[in-house]
């Protein structure tokens, strides 16, 4: 009988036990969109709070990272013109050591002193006179870049420092800032005491446990095809960031050739191989997000060898000559095969 009794409390209890409510956020940040997915499994959270508490770390975010806000962090460093050390923000310096990371295991390819010749291309905030710079003018930008060459970061330093070691150097941070303050926003939804959640600010991704079916978050990645907004394939995610940088949107065409925005850094002219989309699952966002791109500047052939030996995730998708102008070829590292592995 006491063996009975128990079962019916158990049963009964479950029976009472409610399914969690799935928070559903969207706002504007970074010029772009997030979109948030999270579950309250105690139902003692609201939407407007959580939103207050997002959008609060998210201006924090624009405020140190942004280069379209003049008066942010980064703006105003990219406005000095000496060569003296400056003090900067822990959240700034850890960006920054990431970035110098991914720029020296990249071959450089990953590199956020590229701004002029982003801005000379016609990819940034200027509209240039001509789509089509000329050979001096890319000479000339060339010689203002380079991470390893142009900057200096002190981590060691309280607090860390900053310091140009060209005047003229800019830093630009669109390539992994998105990703950062994805990961901020997760670890805000973290300390609220949501550990089930979806975070996604223009592409940029990371997760945590499950979906409201128990499952691990279904992201799908884009079919690199400006024409077409189809689905090329589906990952299971948890616990992980993920970022995808393409080819596909931001291009212009002259004289019947095609211009990606993404800039080889070493001829400062955009990239010319057949890889359209690189998308990498990485512990955080931010390492994704910067993965994505250099490894996507670095094309299949150049990167996949990289990626294999740090034990990256990636998916490349490269335009496939043989299946016609719309067709395309799917290539996994090891590690992205072990992670969609079904269990």
Same mark, same amino acid.
Request: with cysteine; proline share 5%; glycine share 8%.
């Given at each position: 009988?006491?063996?009975?009794?128990?079962?019916?409390?158990?049963?009964?209890?479950?029976?009472?036990?409610?399914?969690?409510?799935?928070?559903?956020?969207?706002?504007?940040?970074?010029?772009?969109?997030?979109?948030?997915?999270?579950?309250?499994?105690?139902?003692?959270?609201?939407?407007?709070?959580?939103?207050?508490?997002?959008?609060?770390?998210?201006?924090?975010?624009?405020?140190?990272?942004?280069?379209?806000?003049?008066?942010?962090?980064?703006?105003?460093?990219?406005?000095?013109?000496?060569?003296? %050390?400056?003090?900067?923000? &822990?959240?700034? !310096?850890?960006?920054? =050591? +990431?970035? #110098? /990371? @991914?720029?020296?295991?990249?071959?450089?390819?990953?590199?956020?002193?590229?701004?002029?010749?982003?801005?000379?291309?016609?990819?940034?905030?200027?509209? %240039?006179?001509?789509?089509? &710079?000329?050979? !001096?003018?890319?000479? =000339? +930008?060339? #010689? /203002? @870049?380079?991470?390893?060459?142009?900057?200096?970061?002190?981590?060691?330093?309280?607090?860390?420092?900053?310091?140009?070691?060209?005047?003229?150097?800019?830093?630009?941070?669109?390539?992994?800032?998105?990703?950062?303050?994805?990961?901020?926003?997760?670890?805000?939804?973290?300390?609220?005491?949501?550990?089930?959640?979806?975070?996604?600010?223009?592409?940029?991704?990371?997760?945590?446990?499950?979906?409201?079916?128990?499952?691990?978050?279904?992201?799908?990645?884009?079919?690199?095809?400006?024409?077409?907004?189809?689905?090329?394939?589906?990952?299971?995610?948890?616990?992980?960031?993920?970022?995808?940088?393409?080819?596909?949107?931001?291009?212009?065409?002259?004289?019947?050739?095609?211009?990606?925005?993404?800039?080889?850094?070493?001829?400062?002219?955009?990239?010319?191989?057949?890889?359209?989309?690189?998308?990498?699952?990485?512990?955080?966002?931010?390492?994704?997000?910067?993965?994505?791109?250099?490894?996507?500047?670095?094309?299949?052939?150049?990167?996949?060898?990289?990626?294999?030996?740090?034990?990256?995730?990636?998916?490349?998708?490269?335009?496939?000559?043989?299946?016609?102008?719309?067709?395309?070829?799917?290539?996994?590292?090891?590690?992205?095969?072990?992670?969609?592995?079904?269990?």
């Amino acid at each position: 009988m006491a063996r009975a009794a128990l079962i019916g409390m158990a049963l009964f209890l479950a029976a009472c036990k409610s399914e969690p409510t799935e928070l559903r956020l969207e706002g504007e940040t970074m010029g772009t969109t997030y979109h948030i997915v999270a579950l309250d499994a105690d139902d003692r959270l609201d939407d407007a709070g959580v939103k207050a508490a997002v959008e609060t770390a998210l201006t924090r975010v624009n405020a140190q990272m942004s280069n379209w806000d003049p008066n942010s962090e980064v703006s105003k460093f990219d406005a000095r013109q000496d060569t003296d %050390p400056v003090a900067i923000s &822990p959240e700034l !310096a850890k960006v920054m =050591a +990431a970035a #110098a /990371e @991914v720029n020296r295991l990249s071959e450089g390819q990953f590199d956020v002193t590229l701004g002029p010749l982003i801005e000379l291309w016609g990819f940034g905030a200027r509209t %240039p006179e001509t789509p089509h &710079p000329s050979d !001096a003018a890319i000479t =000339a +930008a060339l #010689a /203002e @870049v380079g991470q390893d060459k142009v900057l200096a970061l002190d981590t060691e330093a309280d607090p860390p420092t900053l310091t140009k070691l060209r005047p003229g150097a800019n830093v630009y941070l669109a390539a992994i800032a998105k990703g950062y303050g994805v990961d901020v926003v997760g670890q805000t939804l973290r300390d609220m005491g949501l550990n089930d959640y979806m975070v996604e600010i223009g592409g940029e991704i990371v997760t945590a446990g499950h979906n409201l079916q128990g499952k691990p978050w279904q992201i799908g990645i884009e079919r690199p095809d400006a024409g077409d907004r189809s689905i090329q394939e589906v990952v299971a995610l948890s616990g992980m960031g993920m970022a995808t940088s393409g080819d596909y949107r931001n291009y212009f065409e002259q004289d019947g050739r095609r211009y990606s925005h993404i800039i080889d850094a070493r001829t400062g002219r955009p990239v010319t191989h057949r890889t359209a989309s690189v998308t990498v699952l990485a512990d955080t966002a931010m390492m994704a997000d910067a993965w994505a791109t250099a490894l996507l500047a670095l094309g299949q052939e150049r990167g996949l060898p990289i990626a294999e030996a740090q034990g990256l995730a990636v998916l490349f998708i490269a335009r496939d000559p043989q299946a016609g102008d719309n067709g395309f070829a799917t290539t996994a590292t090891a590690r992205f095969r072990e992670l969609q592995a079904p269990e």
